[in-house]
């Protein structure tokens, strides 16, 4: 499978809490975010991984480059300042849909979680290939903005909203499985001037294409300088226990 890292951001929020670096370099547990995301990618079977940052981390491609351990795994960095996170990732598509038209996995830089949980998350992908998408969600929110996620008894999504609905727990957790008809609906937002993902997701379902959520456990969002510390003690198993996983 072909992977995607959107790391174009500015980390603004981080940058107001003080953290001085960019946001991919963030260590949490001894370990970059974009290593991080690397290392799992290359353990689920990525053939590549392509990775989009603004022009002022020219650093973070310079880190990425002299990681070990990326022999058989060709890493393509593209540089471009972008207005959001939808131009980023129809950026970012664009470079990896010639190369498999297939499947594709596109990741912010933002969210860390269980690897155990990733891993079951691509296989649940692989096994339904009437699936269009397939979006990691989450019932902890933390999010500033956290765009809510609401879903049928079978987990098929309905709707991507930004107020909560009781009953409806779920918020995405910025990770996306794609087949080739969701990018092909990312070229028709284009033109229609869409500039957030969540309004290209909504994109999708009003295209009438088959979205499901896969529910990967508690994700933490690297907004803030406190959300570090969360993301190291969900690593270390001191938040809640394994929480259940998959498409219900």
């Known amino acids: 499978m072909v992977y995607g890292i959107i790391a ?10 003080g953290f001085q670096g960019f946001k991919p370099m963030v260590q949490i547990a001894g370990e970059a975010l974009i290593q991080r995301l690397i290392r799992i990618f290359q353990a689920n079977n990525a053939t590549s991984i392509y990775i989009i940052l ?9 880190f990425i480059e002299s990681l070990p351990n990326l022999a058989g795994t060709p890493i393509k960095i593209l540089y471009k300042d972008t207005p959001s996170s939808f131009h980023s990732f129809y950026a970012l598509a664009n470079k ?29 992908f692989k096994q339904q290939k009437e699936l269009d ?28 909203a930004s107020d909560p609905l009781p009953g409806q727990p779920w918020i995405s957790g910025g990770i996306y499985l794609f ?11 284009m ?9 290209y997701q ?12 896969y529910d990967l456990g508690r994700i933490i969002d690297i907004d803030h300088v406190s959300d570090i510390a969360l993301a ?17």
């Open 191 to 199: 033109q229609a001037q869409v500039s957030k993902m969540r309004n």
């Open 54 to 62: 603004n022009n002022a981390e020219i650093e973070v491609g310079q």
């Open 8 to 17: 174009a951001g500015a980390g603004s929020r981080l940058r107001a809490d």
């Open 96 to 124: 990896m849909a010639p190369e498999d038209q297939s499947a594709v996995c596109i990741s912010t830089i933002d969210p860390v979680f269980r690897e155990e949980a990733f891993k079951g998350y691509i296989d649940a």
């Open 232 to 248: 190291k003690a969900l690593l270390e198993n001191n938040l809640a226990k394994r929480e259940g996983f998959g498409i219900k």
């Open 179 to 189: 087949r080739n008809k969701a990018l092909q609906v990312a070229e028709t937002a």
């Open 133 to 160: 998408g397939l979006m990691a969600v989450t019932s902890y929110v933390e999010d500033d903005k956290p765009l809510h996620v609401y879903i049928d008894p079978d987990f098929k999504i309905t709707k991507f």
């Open 202 to 213: 909504q994109a999708l379902l009003n295209a009438g294409l088959n979205l499901k959520a």
